[in-house]
Each structure stands twice: as C-alpha cells, then as structure tokens.
C-alpha cells in the first residue's frame, strides 16, 4: 500500500511540474489584464507563461469605442519559476526596439520591488492609448524614459528618471516637428519635483510642480510660441496653444491640480 502511496505522489509531482512548465502565456496575459483593468493587454501572446512574447496594447478606456494602440514588434518576457515558489516574482522583459537592454524586475512579497537601469523608447502615437489629453493632442514623434535602478517601496521609490519628447508633433497643428522636451526629476517619490524644460523648436513649454503623498499632482507651467518664431507658424500653433490652458496675451497658462 505505502508502494503505491508513493507512486501517485510522484505521479502528482510529475503532473504538476508538467502543468507548470507548459502554462500558456495567456495566463500572464489575464494578469496583466486584471492588474491594469483592461487599460494594458498582452495580444497575440505565444509560448508559456516563463517564457514568451506577445503584443503590448494600451487601452484608452472600457467602453466599446475606446482607443487601442499597439506597441510595434513583440514583447518578450522570462519569469523564474522557481523564485516564484517563494513568492518573489523574478521577471525580465526584453523588446528589440523599445527597451535599450533588457529590464530586470524583482518584487517581494513585503511589496518592495527593484527596476533595472533602462531607457524605455517608444513612438509617441502610442500614448493615445492612455486616454485624455493624449487622445485629443494625438501626438507623434518619439517618447523616451530613463532610469537608473528604481527601489520601489510601499508608498515610495527612489531613482534618477527623466523623460523627453523628441520630434513632437501633434494632430491639432500642422507644425512639424514643434519641439524637443524634457521632463525632469528629483528622483523620489513622494515629495517629487518636476521640471519642464524646451530644448529647441517654435512651440516653448515650461514649467514645474510636485507629485505628493497620494500621487497628488500640481503643476503650473507656459506654452507660448518662441518670440522669434516665423509669423506664419505662429498662427499656426494658436488654436494647439488655446487648447493647453487659459490664454494670457499669445500665451496659456498650464495649471494642473491647483
């Protein structure tokens, strides 16, 4: 009897490692589903769920008609099962043109989690999928992120981030490209400083704010055309410059969260 006991127990494990080892990556596409809402989708997905690939989307919202915008090439991803068996998530995701080196993500089950260095670039379009003001602004060009390694703790995190807006372009003018921005931090959170700064272009945008505890967001910045901007495309850029804030003279006023 204890032969055959220890027979179907190892005919139990044997089940379960091969169960584990071939869980379709539709399983981690579910999760990332649940966890975002519906706003991140992996499509298409293929391979398992430590080892796949699939097509990043962004979904602008949940009624029928929201906009869904799709990452170009595939994501891939390799998760370590056996550090998920002491619930520590070891994740690493790779993508041939969105991801400069590979992102290396570790989470505890305390909640404090580690991002890698990377710089994350992606064509600005994509964004429309985050819903308002991207939806309406519909802008192209490229959008990069930068860190270092960001710790990540319950409430807080710490890490150099900034991010920039290159060949920004948007629907609303026929001004292209309008500029090259760049949003900087003071690399902690709560308590973060941001600072808007136009490196070149005829569309200036400025300003500065903080992200308090809670994710609170207050910001107050300028859009104005560069005073030695061609006349031509002045008048160009007045009806996007109505649009971002309550107009002073041939500027608006950027105000969030005040």
Known sequence: MLR?????????????????????????????????????????????????????????????????ASLPERLSWRLSPWQLLTGTID?????PSALSQPLAIRAWPNGRATLGATTVRLP?????????????VRPGGVV????????????RWQGNFSAEWQYASSALTPVSPMGHYRLQTNGVFP????????????????????IA???????QGMARAVPNAD????????????????????????????
């Open 4 to 68: 055959w006991i220890g027979y179907g127990l190892v005919a139990l494990v044997a089940i379960v490692a091969t169960v584990g080892a071939l869980a379709p990556a539709q399983w981690l596409a579910a999760a990332v589903a649940g966890a975002t809402h519906g706003r991140v989708e992996l499509a298409e997905t293929k391979g398992t769920l430590w080892n796949g690939e699939a097509t990043l989307v962004l979904v602008s919202g949940a009624a029928p008609g929201a906009v869904r």
């Open 144 to 155: 990069t992120l930068s860190w270092d390694r960001l710790q990540i703790e319950p409430g």
């Open 213 to 219: 505890e809670g994710g609170r967001l207050r910001f």
């Open 91 to 95: 994740l690493t995701l790779q993508h």
């Open 124 to 136: 600005a379009p994509l964004l429309v999928g985050l819903g308002a003001p991207w939806n309406t």
């Open 191 to 210: 308590g973060t400083q941001l600072n808007l700064l136009t490196l070149s272009g005829p569309l200036e945008l400025t300003g500065s704010g903080t």
């Open 231 to 258: 006349p031509g495309v002045k008048t160009q850029l007045t009806g996007l410059i109505s649009l971002l804030g309550r107009r002073d003279g041939d500027s608006a006023i950027l105000n969030i969260g005040s």
